[in-house]
């Protein structure tokens, strides 16, 4: 592919639509929506819900957990986002017998969310006040998808999300440096943990960047999240899947989300496995700067509409053939870009 440019495009050989110029910045989230506060009574607790099913929640105290429902002042409030979820933070009573009561519910700060099915306006919120997002793929045993990882980038971005990576099952590397060059093309955007659970490797550094903070743990089935959480948390005896031979993708091991504590002030959600992932529509002018390789450049380019795919004078196009922009990652954004999973 050819980035060369002959000559400098004149305003004749193009009309622009009217549409808004890319920004060079990263897509901002939208506001969380917040559940109505009450003011914690006297004597109430700080905790943290870490696990929600039906009308139960567990709050993970400083010293102890507690099963709670909520208090009827709080589910009598019309809410368009769930009242309480997984990773927030609430005031509860204790009421004895490993027992409580959630008294309220503190602001949250960011939400990793879903519009809520057959509404086009209520949040279904995954996990609330979150700090980064782990992508774990295997290096071999499931073979890695990078288009997929792709995904998970994207919509970690759209969410003023930060996001790692760890390569998992280092210790199947073969040839030695596959692995590193399987991933190289992320090395300029995110940090990358090569890690193993059988050797220890890389697992000192991965605590290190999870320590104080809450971490959203995602990628394919079979790739060894399970395995690795353990590792990072011997207590928590998750289940772990195996590899389907017929496929060559993961039996899920996880259902629901779930919040691990596994130092102090540290939390990992465990979110359920997925044998693919439907990236949802993005408008086509965001999906751009949901790649921060090409973030630099969109306000470069000749035509204020530019696609970043066909057009001469094109910023990004000529850093991809410069080598100031991987190759690999260009190419994810033109299939997406020209795909069905883009909305135009």
């Avoid at 099952?169 to 090395?187: M, Q, R, S, V, W």
Wanted: aromatic share 6%; proline share 8%.
């Amino acid at each position: 592919m050819s980035m060369a440019v002959t000559r400098r495009p004149t305003r004749k050989d193009h009309v622009p639509k009217r549409r808004r110029p890319p920004s060079s910045q990263s897509p901002r989230a939208d506001a969380t929506s917040q559940p109505d506060i009450v003011t914690p009574p006297a004597g109430s607790l700080p905790g943290r819900v870490v696990r929600a099913f039906g009308l139960w929640h567990e709050v993970r105290l400083e010293d102890r957990t507690l099963l709670c429902t909520m208090r009827g002042l709080l589910k009598r409030r019309r809410q368009r986002t769930d009242i309480v979820a997984v990773g927030d933070q609430v005031w509860v009573t204790d009421l004895g017998g490993d027992e409580g009561v959630i008294e309220a519910v503190e602001p949250r700060t960011r939400v990793l969310a879903r519009t809520a099915r057959n509404t086009d306006d209520v949040e279904q919120v995954i996990l609330a006040n979150l700090d980064q997002a782990l992508f774990v793929f295997a290096v071999h045993d499931p073979e890695p998808h990078v288009r997929m990882l792709d995904r998970f980038l994207i919509l970690a971005e759209l969410q003023g999300l930060p996001a790692r990576i760890a390569a998992n099952k280092i210790d199947l590397d073969n040839p030695p440096g596959h692995a590193a060059e399987l991933f190289c093309p992320y090395t300029g955007a995110y940090p990358i943990h090569y890690v193993s659970v059988r050797s220890g490797a890389g697992l000192n550094d991965l605590r290190a960047a999870l320590a104080g903070r809450v971490t959203a743990v995602a990628g394919p089935s079979g790739v060894g999240k399970s395995s690795l959480l353990n590792a990072l948390h011997p207590d928590g005896d998750r289940t772990i899947g195996d590899i389907s031979e017929a496929t060559g993708k993961g039996r899920h091991t996880t259902t629901a989300t779930r919040l691990y504590e596994i130092g102090p002030a540290t939390f990992v959600a465990d979110t359920p496995g997925m044998r693919a992932l439907a990236m949802h529509a993005v408008d086509a002018d965001r999906l751009p700067g949901c790649f921060p390789e090409l973030r630099p450049y969109l306000d470069q380019c000749f035509y204020p509409d530019c696609t970043h795919v066909i057009e001469a004078g094109c910023a990004v196009r000529e850093a991809v053939g410069a080598g100031a922009i991987p190759l690999l990652r260009y190419e994810s954004y033109v299939a997406l870009r020209t795909g069905d999973e883009v909305r135009q």
